[in-house]
């Protein structure tokens, strides 16, 4: 079992940045890739960055590469995603996934834990 906490939320206004944080506690963090998803209002969930289990491969929605910057740190049992040049379209609930398997980066279905979120709203 593992147990996911996000934290650095907030309101910021566009053109802002925030850094969120997900601390993982339970079985080896190591042992999972990581990842980033989000759900705004009336949405799907969206894929939005994700981190493989040492960090030698990271991966980016299309709606947020070249703003964002997925890290973890195992030492730590840590992942984050630094959001830069933040835009009103990126108001959503931010939740942090951890998943078993190598495949299936994007998918949310693939990824076996999640946090509760933690809320980002972009004000224009």
């Known amino acids: 079992q593992v147990q996911l906490v996000e934290s650095g939320g907030g309101l910021v206004q566009a053109g802002g940045s925030l850094r969120l944080s997900c601390a993982a506690s339970?079985?080896?963090?190591?042992?999972?890739?990581m990842g980033w998803f989000r759900q705004a209002p009336g949405k799907e969930r969206e894929f939005v960055a994700a981190?493989?289990?040492?960090?030698?491969?990271?991966d980016y929605g299309d709606s947020v590469k070249g703003r964002c910057t997925i890290s973890r740190d195992n030492a730590k049992n840590t992942v984050y995603l630094q959001m830069n040049s933040l835009k009103p379209e990126d108001t959503a609930v931010y939740y942090c996934?951890?998943?078993?398997?190598?495949?299936?980066?994007?998918?949310?279905?693939?990824?076996?834990?999640w946090g509760q979120g933690t809320q980002v709203t972009v004000s224009s």
């Open positions: 981190i493989s289990k040492y960090g030698g491969r990271t």
């Open positions: 996934a951890a998943r078993w398997s190598p495949t299936g980066v994007t998918t949310s279905l693939t990824y076996n834990y």
């Open positions: 339970g079985r080896t963090f190591s042992s999972y890739a």
